[in-house]
C-alpha cells in the first residue's frame, strides 16, 4: 500500500516533515517557535507533588521515619509541617502503601474527588476516569504495562482503593546508584506517577 | 477541579489503539521531531484549528489501515511517522496549507 512507503532515509524525511510543516504554521501565525516547548512543559512540570517527593526522600533516609510513616502517615506528615488542613482538608487521613522488592502497590480510587492533593497534587484526568478505576482494580498488571511499566512476575501488586476516608499514596522504591544523595536530591528523582504507583523511580540519568 | 487540555487529550487515550508509546509513565520521544509534532497536534487542537476528536478518529483510521496491511510485528511500524502524516492531513483539511506547501 503506497501511503505506507518510507524511504532509507526515513528519520531525516520525517524530521523534515515536521520542521516544514512547523515551519508553515509560523508562516500562517497559527503558532510561534516557542509553542510546542510551551505545550510540552505542561507534560515536563506536575503541580504540586513536591511535598509527597519529600516524604518519600525522607522515608529513604531515616528508616524510623519510614516506619512512622507506614504505621501512623499523618503523625509523619505531622512532622513536615506542609499545609494539610485548611481548603477542603483533602489531606487528613492519608495512608502511605510502602513498595517492597516483593510487592508493588497501585492506588485507585472509586469516587471521583479524592487524592491526597497536599501530597500529590491534583490528579491527572485519566485518574478519574472510570474505566481506569475498574481495569486498574481488575487487571492492574495489564494497567501498569500501558503505563510501559512492566512489574516482574515474582512480585505482588496491591491495589488500594482511596475513599471519602483514607487518601492512599505509594512510597517509591529507592532507586540504585543514589548512596551518598541528599534528600533533597533524592526528592528531585520522585515523579507523580512513582507515588501513585503507575511509574517506579529511575536512577538518576536514566 | 481544574483539568487541563493536554492531561484530557492525553486521557481519553489511555487504553485505546491510538495511545502514545510510554515508558514508566510518561511520555517517550525517539527523536525531536516526534516531540514536535505531538506538541503541535496539541497546539492546534487547544486553538481550535481541529477538533481533538477528529484527530483522533482519523489516528485511529490510519493506525488500522496500517494494521490491515502489515503484520503486527512488522518493525517499519513507526507510531510517530503516522501521527505524522495525520496532523499533515488535518492541517490541509483546516484549509491551512495544501500538501504542496507542506511538502516543499
Known amino acids: ?206 | 477541579m481544574q483539568t487541563n487540555f493536554e492531561h484530557f487529550a492525553l486521557g481519553i487515550m489511555l487504553g485505546q489503539s491510538d495511545m502514545p508509546p510510554k515508558d514508566n509513565g510518561s511520555l517517550c520521544f525517539g527523536a525531536p521531531w516526534q516531540r514536535q509534532a505531538f506538541g503541535m497536534a496539541l497546539a492546534l487542537s487547544k486553538q481550535g484549528v481541529f477538533e481533538w476528536d477528529d484527530f483522533r478518529s482519523e489516528l485511529i483510521a490510519t493506525i488500522a489501515a496500517w494494521e490491515a496491511t502489515h503484520d503486527k510485528s512488522d518493525p517499519s511500524w513507526d507510531y510517530y511517522e503516522i501521527w505524522l502524516t495525520v496532523l499533515e492531513t488535518m492541517v490541509e483539511r483546516s484549509g491551512l496549507g495544501s500538501q504542496g506547501a507542506v511538502a516543499s
Not at chain 1, 516557542?34 to 522515608?59: C, H, Q, R, S, Y
Not at chain 1, 510502602?98 to 491534583?122: A, D, E, Q
Not at chain 1, 487518601?167 to 529507592?174: G, K, L, M, T
Open chain 1, 1 to 206: 500500500m503506497e501511503r505506507f512507503e518510507h524511504s532509507k532515509d526515513r528519520e531525516a524525511v520525517n524530521a523534515a516533515r515536521a520542521r516544514a510543516l512547523e515551519a508553515l504554521l509560523i508562516e500562517k501565525g497559527v503558532i510561534t517557535s516557542e509553542t510546542v516547548d510551551k505545550i510540552m512543559a505542561i507534560f515536563a512540570t506536575e503541580m504540586g507533588p513536591f511535598n509527597g517527593a519529600k516524604l518519600v526522600a525522607k522515608a529513604w533516609v531515616d528508616p524510623d521515619f519510614k516506619t512512622l510513616l507506614a504505621e501512623d502517615t499523618m503523625a509523619a506528615v505531622e512532622k513536615m509541617n506542609f499545609v494539610t488542613r485548611g481548603a477542603g482538608a483533602e489531606g487528613e487521613h492519608i495512608k502511605a502503601a510502602i513498595n517492597t522488592p516483593k510487592v508493588h502497590n497501585l492506588i485507585i480510587c472509586t469516587l471521583c474527588s479524592c487524592y491526597p492533593w497536599p501530597i500529590l497534587g491534583l490528579p491527572p484526568y485519566w485518574y478519574k476516569d472510570p474505566s481506569f478505576r475498574a481495569r486498574a482494580a481488575r487487571e492492574p498488571r495489564k494497567v501498569l504495562s500501558e503505563f510501559g511499566l512492566d512489574i516482574d512476575p515474582s512480585k505482588e501488586i496491591k491495589t488500594w482503593d482511596s475513599s471519602a476516608q483514607i487518601r492512599w499514596f505509594v512510597v517509591p522504591e529507592r532507586p540504585a546508584g543514589t548512596g551518598g544523595f541528599s534528600e533533597e536530591q533524592l526528592a528531585a528523582l520522585v515523579t507523580p506517577e512513582s507515588m501513585m504507583g503507575v511509574a517506579v523511580v529511575k536512577p538518576p540519568g536514566t
